[in-house]
């Protein structure tokens, strides 16, 4: 193989005038935390809600729960980004699709939102998992205290049950920052499809990808080191996990 | 204080848990529940603060009717304290703010006065040194002392035992067994599933058997003791006693 290794490509002005090659991973790399943070949220916010809606006695909640999740994790990732970028648009009304394709920053609110709803049917999984594994007494102590379902959920049940799964919990935020590299798909240009294009222009392949990987396993590292951290800080003592 | 009468209650289609099952509690009387496992004695007890549903019959409790759909559940269930087999405090909060919790989310009350309440009934049960530590770190019987404590702080009208003692260590349940003693001296109105029979001789009024989901017999201590009617009741009564 006929390789010309060059580590100082970093340091040269990019073809697009602003900055070096360094410069333009870096400004993908903070899209990509951008992109992973926001669709966290999302996944989290509707993960919980239809995570507690999978675990209600109420049959239609947990229909509305059992369809949410099958919709979501069923489908790859890539064809609901499609779905929602290039789809939805033509589905709806003329002017609300035109609307949508205008939108500034498109790609990135598709993909935020497109990955954050993948990952919430996930999310939504594991807390139902964790609400069904606490003992039946506990909602029954709180309803027999006059705790309304919603109380015993807020001050009981979901304390309890996410601290049992921040475990699986962090994986799942891994995945979502791995999971936005599928964006550059519909053109977000974030750390991946910033190396790909340093590729294309440099030759440099190998040292493009190696930077988006160390970059990779460098945000992982510090997700990993927080989420042990908030383990750790909200550990009860004597209680599974807890010493 | 507590009216049941002619409760029927089903699991499923076929399998009947209460049969036409009929009692009453009066204010500041002491009831024991006993009977072989599987008699339907902690459903019964469950049905009372309408943790438990029940198809037939009807449930009074301080003249409010259990079994209306009217009826706000929360509310009734929060003037009658409930003990569990499994203490089920939260294990996420220290003993104090198991004490609180339910008095500032359900009564309203300030976060002063409810510390003030659940420090004055810590030291009644003998815990006030353990205010700040987790449930977990406690020992079953005074875990239960805590469950006994929060279920006052809410200052009932009247309190449910459900097999209060079962799962303790020998040594541990007569520390339990002396709070409830005094609390039905108290004149404290009492509806305990038990099958300590000693706590039942000696502050009980009236002692109810069941057995196969039906009041076998429900009489007073002195004859439920003494002289037992049917013949299902001697038999549990010559063995649990035999020992």
Redesign the interface.
């Known amino acids: 193989m006929n390789y010309n290794w060059n580590w100082h490509i970093f340091f040269e002005p990019n073809p697009t005038g602003a900055g070096t090659y360094l410069d333009m991973l870096v400004a993908g790399l903070l899209l990509t935390i951008k992109t992973a943070l926001l669709a966290w949220v999302i996944a989290l916010i509707f993960g919980t809600i239809i995570g507690i809606l999978r675990s209600l006695p109420s049959r239609t909640a947990s229909w509305i729960g059992f369809g949410y999740v099958e919709f979501f994790r069923n489908m790859p990732l890539l064809v609901q980004l499609f779905l929602w970028f290039f789809v939805l648009p033509e589905l709806l009304p003329r002017g609300a699709g035109l609307w949508l394709k205008q939108i500034p920053n498109a790609p990135f609110w598709t993909a935020a939102i497109g990955v954050g709803l993948f990952m919430s049917a996930r999310v939504a999984v594991q807390l139902a998992a964790g609400i069904a594994s606490l ?1 039946r ?2 909602k ?9 379902t919603a ?1 015993g959920y807020r ?2 049940l979901l ?2 049950a996410f ?1 049992i799964i921040l475990p699986p919990l962090t994986s799942e935020f891994l995945n979502t920052i791995k999971n936005t590299s599928v964006a550059i798909t519909i053109g977000l240009i974030e750390l991946t499809g910033q190396a790909r294009a340093m590729q294309e222009f440099s030759f440099q392949v190998f040292e493009a990808f190696t930077a988006a990987t160390v970059m990779y396993l460098a945000i992982n590292i510090v997700v990993v080191t927080g989420m042990r951290f908030l383990e750790r800080s909200l550990a ?4 599974i996990t ?1 010493k | 204080m507590i009216e049941i009468s002619h409760v029927n209650k089903w699991y499923g289609p076929s399998f009947q848990v209460l049969k036409d099952c009929t009692t009453s509690v009066a204010k500041g009387e002491v009831v024991v529940v006993c009977g072989p496992s599987g008699s339907g004695k902690s459903t019964l007890i469950k049905c009372v603060n309408a943790l438990e549903p029940f198809q037939e019959g009807q449930i009074i409790l301080d003249g409010i009717k259990v079994n209306d759909p009217k009826t706000d559940l929360p509310k009734l269930r929060a003037r009658v304290g409930m003990v569990f087999q499994h203490f089920e405090l939260f294990p996420h909060l220290r003993i104090i703010e198991n004490l609180c919790l339910a008095q500032e989310k359900v009564l309203g009350r300030s976060h002063d006065e409810a510390m003030a309440k659940g420090q004055k009934l810590l030291e009644r049960v003998g815990l006030t040194v353990h205010a700040n530590k987790y449930p977990a770190e406690l020992s079953g019987g005074q875990q239960q002392r805590v469950a006994i404590a929060r279920a006052l702080a809410m200052d009932p009208i009247a309190m449910l035992f459900d097999e209060p003692t079962s799962a303790l260590d020998p040594e541990m349940i007569s520390e339990v067994l002396d709070v409830m003693v005094d609390l039905a001296h108290e004149g404290m109105t009492m509806m305990v599933v038990t099958h300590e029979m000693g706590f039942a001789s000696k502050v009980a009024h009236r002692v109810i058997f069941m057995d196969k989901g039906e009041i076998v017999e429900d009489a007073l201590k002195t004859d439920f003791f003494g002289s037992p009617r049917s013949e299902r009741a001697q038999k549990f009564l010559s063995k649990i006693l035999s020992h």
């Open positions: 003992p007494g506990q029954n102590a709180a309803t027999a205290l006059g705790l309304t109380q001050y009981v304390p309890i601290r009860i003592p004597g209680y807890g």
